[in-house]
């Protein structure tokens, strides 16, 4: 190191120095660490030295270590959990072989075995007791070997293929500081906080190798051959079987190295303002080749962007390097960040610059990155905005017809969907008790709006140099929220009370203006800050009753969502030309506490539901009318974390139907139809719900109680899926009917209530008594139509319409299960998506003396799920010798063909099912 940087390197480290009189004080640990690669079974052998010097005023008995690559030891981890709750199965139902830990650890404390104990509640952590207490001012040297299996992967290191990411792999020691110890399990979501020391680490591993790692490389002839391998004139194969690679770093708080044969390597050097000259390396794969090219341009405009608005890069190179990794974007360690390989060509100016920027916010500015996101991601994200609004335009082709119906700052637009759903969290929230989707629109670009809020209050030079201070106090430090308000404060001389104050509070960070209304064709997400869009776009639908319909649908379903929602959908039917339609208007509003949402809503429809031709040859439809009001509550969890959902409605229908009445005219003895007059009916409906919408073994059950003017129905529905490891799964459906009239059974009664009666085999359009699915023709006994079913009651999936005593119907109970399996992948190609199915189900009549049929009916086969399961195909295969004996008696139905059913489950549709449970 030479000498001018050891200065100031030393006058960096004074780590007692007082802040605005404030007694700071924090840990420093120095390591030595010797670590092989053994290639072959993607492990390390390492041994560590670190000598830890206690700067605090206390005497410390033990220290605790993170382990971290225990993390994906099993899936009973906090990342492992943490994972699916954030809808990711890889890891849970990952093999062995991908699977990673630490072991063959030994601590010695000055040379003396120390014992160690289990954290109560991660296997990622471990307490090293001290055969000695640590006393204030001094310094104990820790030695342990250490054997790690790198994991796939997963998250932010491992291996993958015959690359190697090798990250958070050494047992280091948690931050202790003036809020005592932060011992954290490793998680995918939510980053670091670790102590400040030097490092030197040698790294030996097959010659073939190259290798990207933080710090500053020791072995001159490697370097220099890095370098010109850089320019092009690769040297080839490397001689020695094994080399032993040298890095060394002074004030960083981690260490990272990544190893790949086929790195292509870029190096040039940058001159800093100050005439310090540094080292830009870049490492990408032959495939990068063209994507990569300007990577060393965009590090240096990177270093140079943050240089002049924080503080000076303190370190002598700086190295980006690029991975295939699970997931996007990037990771950042100091001296060198790790770019994700599903990153494009124009996106990496951006990421470079976002990944670079992180050797400020928490590299050098090393606050608890897990309890406070935003210090770091946050405050990173607002120099990103400004970097990108300071690149000179590039002349963009002007946005074509839909692009200009697209909001203009896409994450922006999704915070204020999030906000008015008062699904957001505040900005001072911990980075494990955000939720997936608030964990970057609030911890990232939220944070950066209040930046940005904050530099329009001050004025961009004050602003500036308050960052400035900042960094000159607080760099090598571990600054908390309090510490940078403070320095921001008394740099400016301003109180900022009110602008700190917002980072606890949800809700928009400036109040929300009246809005604009305005007509839009389509849709439009534009300006949607401004205005609120009735949107018109063409309406259609189909039934075999009145045939075409066209109209047009209004609505005012925008995002962010109005309290008040409507649409309206008139239709013409070509068949039965006359108007039919839907419309619908609610209210919603999120009140605090333990309700989140209300709605009001109340609804209308009218559509043709028969048809025929009169005594005088005309053409005549007959249909129904509905008007259904609700109210639903959706209640609020103890989480925001939490994936369940309850809600209560209660929903009251009326219904208007007109049939036919049938004659007979006395010329030709042909029975006519006639329309009859409307009749009506009321239905109230109280519904209690529940739905986990976990990605592993999600499950929904719903408690129905239903009353008409006769008769009163409670429904049980439950769902539970059940994941296979391989992809796919099971889903088991129950079902269970409980039937009574109200006041005194009559025959006349039991006739009236027959299709409110539940039954076990497939439900039918006459049968769907609230009109709540979709049919294309309800009163079919021939044609396709005729084999549309609905999945309710006990859906045995067969049609026993002309058997009246075979449909397991009851005026008491019935109940079902339906299992339907998804087959495993190898045996179906991924274009047919076929499942086997099995319904089995008893009612009260079979178990009376004398049954009609066997007590258990059952049918199974073959179900094809398409368009994401909204249409489910049936096939029955083997069922019951009740229906089988039954079908005999008519050979027409009885084919393979006429037995097929389907149903079209649109009414399925859940907006947070669609957005893969991140919005709600
Ligand atoms: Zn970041």
Redesign the pocket.
Known sequence: MPVVKKILFLAACNLTLSLYGQNYWQQEINYTIDVSLIESESSLDGFMKLQYINHSPDTLSFIWFHLWPNAYKNDKTAFSDQLLENGRTDFYFSDKEKRGYINHLDFRVDGVAAQTQDHPEYFDIIKVLLPLPLAPGKAVQITTPFHEKLPYNFSRGGYSGKSFQVTQWYPKPAVYDQQGWHPMPYLDQGEFYSEFGNFDVRITLPGNFLVAATGELQNEEEKRWLKINARGNMTGFRESQTKTLEYKQNNIHDFAWFADRNFVVNYDSLLLPSGKTIEVFSFYGPDKTEAWKNSIRFVKDAVVFHSSLIGEYPYSCVTVVEAALERSGGM?YPTIALISSQISEKQLPLVIE??VG?NWFYGILANNERSFPWM??GI?TYYDRRFMAGKAKVEKPSPDWFQRKLPDDPLKFLLAVVTKEKSDQPISTSSEQFTRVNYSLIAYEKTGFWMKQLEDSLGVALFDSCMQEYFRLWRYKHPYPKDFQSVIEKTSGKNLEGQFALLDKTGPLTPEKSKKIKPSFLFSLHNSDKIDYLNLLPAVGYNLYDQFMVGALIHNYDLPANNFQFLLAPMYATGSRQFNGIGRAGYGWNPEGRIRKIEIAAGASRFSTLKGIDSNGNKIFSGFFKFASSIRIVFANKTFRSQVEKWLEFKSFIIGENGFNYYLKSTDSVAYPAKQPYSTRYLNQLTFGIVNYRVLYPYDAQLQIQQGSEFYRINLTGNYFLNYSTGGGLNVRMFAAKFGYLGEKTPAKALETGIYQPKLTATRGNEDFTYSNYFIGRNEFSGLSSQQIMIKDGALKLRTDLFEGLQGRSDNWIAALNFNSTLPNKLLPAWLPLKLFLDIGTYADAWQSNPTTSRFLYVGGLQLSLFKNYINIYAPLLYSSDFSDNLKTVPEENTFWRKISFSIDIQRFNFRSITRNLLY
Request: overall charge negative; charged content about 55%.
């Open positions: 950042e976002h990944e992180h770091d991601e990173n």
